[in-house]
Each structure stands twice: as structure tokens, then as C-alpha cells.
């Protein structure tokens, strides 16, 4: 969804921001909700006000609320997926291979 999104509003995302939060992501508020997700996912209490902050002052309130109902839902999509077993489609490996090389996301085992 970010590639599209991205493509969509005609800005030149950088993936690797995604693995390397050095770099630039490209996109308005990038770095801030590459910041939220970190945060949520492995920081602590404190690291979370600090993204929630930043987020909001990069975004408003409108893109804070947009961006965890967006996040909620792929955690939400990611764990039925792999509580039930459904695993990627051919054509969702084939479209996703150049990123997971880029990103050296190959190197995990796969999931499907």
C-alpha cells in the first residue's frame, strides 16, 4: 500500500528508508510514521509519546488517527493471515521480489 499510495501522489518514495531510518523516506511525515511503527512495535513507553508527538506535529491529528487505524489494521490482517495459514499469492511474491531483494528482506525464511 505505501508503494502505491506513494506512486499515486506522485512522490518518489525511498524504500530503503523502511530498513535504513538514516535515509530519507520521500514522502510528508515519512520519517515520523516510520518513527510511530518502531516505536509501537518494539519501544518503549517513552519512545512512543515522542513518535506520537512527532507524528502529530508532522501530520495532525486527521493523519494520526489515519495512520494508526492504517497500522491496527495491518496488524490486525497480518494475524489472521498467519493464524489461518493463508499464504501470499504467486503473483503477490512475483510483484513484491524486487523490494525484498532491495530491502534484503530475502534473507527470512519464507512464509509461503
Not at 515519512?30 to 510511530?36: H, K, P, Q, S, Y
Amino acid at each position: 500500500m505505501l508503494r502505491w499510495s506513494a506512486e499515486n501522489l506522485q512522490h518518489e518514495f525511498n524504500p530503503k528508508s523502511i530498513v535504513d531510518t538514516t535515509q530519507p523516506t520521500g514522502i510528508p511525515g515519512g520519517e515520523a510514521l516510520i518513527a510511530l511503527v518502531d516505536a509501537t512495535m518494539i519501544g518503549t513507553s517513552s519512545d512512543r509519546s515522542k513518535a506520537r508527538a512527532w507524528i502529530h506535529s508532522e501530520i495532525g491529528m486527521d493523519g494520526v488517527v489515519m495512520a494508526a487505524s492504517t497500522y491496527g489494521n495491518f496488524e490486525m490482517m497480518n494475524r489472521i493471515s498467519e493464524g489461518t495459514g493463508v499464504r501470499a499469492s504467486e503473483q503477490t511474491r512475483k510483484s513484491s521480489a524486487e523490494w525484498q531483494k532491495e530491502l534484503g528482506l530475502d534473507r527470512f525464511g519464507k512464509g509461503y
